[in-house]
């Protein structure tokens, strides 16, 4: 059995004491529902697919369409990740073709709208940017101003959740395997 994931590993030593303290004192539920009352309406995979060519289109039109978007219910277990992208390449003829796909970890379609929209911006980029570089954290702050903050309070929810806290914006909660 592997270790769960430290969401919070390489952020500074004060921010984590302090979101630490927060989750054993029972108070992270409570910030994060005020300050992301509601959860995003995005509940399937074909309104997934259309969210996220949306983004694309606005921000990376010349990035090419993935072939497939989708909430992914094994995600999590399997690759202790929130999101993936791949790009599967065959040669078709003379041609050599490439599939992208995203999928998305299924705890989140119970999250509010910026989440999904961080975990997205963040696939996205990688169809530009392959590694995560200056310039791929560059052009994820392009899609999304807050994408730093909103990666923060995504990972102190994913914290709050290996401390044991459910899901705080209704649906079935997966518990802690990750699968939903």
Same mark, same amino acid.
């Given at each position: 059995?592997?270790?769960?994931?430290?969401?919070?590993?390489?952020?500074?030593?004060?921010?984590?004491?302090?979101?630490?303290?927060?989750?054993?004192?029972?108070?992270?539920?409570?910030?994060?529902?005020?300050?992301?009352?509601?959860?995003?309406?995005? !509940?399937?995979?074909?309104?997934?697919?259309?969210?996220?060519? =949306? $983004?694309?289109? %606005?921000? &990376?039109?010349?990035?090419?369409? #993935?072939?497939?978007?989708?909430?992914?219910?094994?995600?999590?277990?399997?690759?202790?990740?929130?999101?993936?992208?791949?790009?599967?390449? !065959?040669?078709?003829?003379?041609?050599?073709?490439?599939?992208? =796909? $995203?999928?998305? %970890?299924? &705890?989140?379609?119970?999250?509010? #709208?910026?989440?999904?929209?961080?975990?997205?911006?963040?696939?996205?980029?990688?169809?530009?940017?392959?590694?995560?570089?200056?310039?791929?954290?560059?052009?994820?702050?392009?899609?999304?101003?807050?994408?730093?903050?909103?990666?923060?309070? &995504?990972?102190?929810?994913?914290?709050?959740?290996?401390?044991?806290?459910?899901?705080?914006?209704?649906?079935?909660?997966?518990?802690?395997?990750?699968?939903?």
């Amino acid at each position: 059995m592997r270790p769960a994931p430290d969401y919070l590993a390489g952020y500074p030593a004060a921010p984590v004491a302090q979101v630490r303290q927060l989750i054993a004192q029972d108070k992270v539920a409570d910030l994060l529902r005020k300050k992301y009352p509601d959860p995003h309406d995005v !509940r399937t995979d074909k309104a997934l697919y259309d969210y996220v060519l =949306e $983004i694309k289109n %606005a921000y &990376l039109r010349n990035a090419g369409q #993935p072939s497939k978007v989708m909430f992914d219910s094994k995600l999590q277990v399997l690759r202790n990740a929130l999101g993936t992208h791949t790009t599967h390449s !065959r040669v078709q003829g003379q041609n050599l073709k490439a599939k992208k =796909e $995203i999928r998305i %970890a299924s &705890l989140f379609k119970d999250t509010p #709208p910026e989440f999904l929209r961080m975990i997205v911006v963040h696939e996205l980029a990688h169809m530009k940017q392959r590694e995560h570089g200056k310039a791929f954290y560059q052009l994820c702050m392009h899609m999304e101003p807050d994408y730093g903050q909103l990666e923060f309070d &995504l990972r102190v929810y994913l914290s709050y959740r290996d401390a044991g806290g459910g899901n705080l914006w209704g649906g079935v909660d997966a518990g802690m395997d990750g699968a939903a």
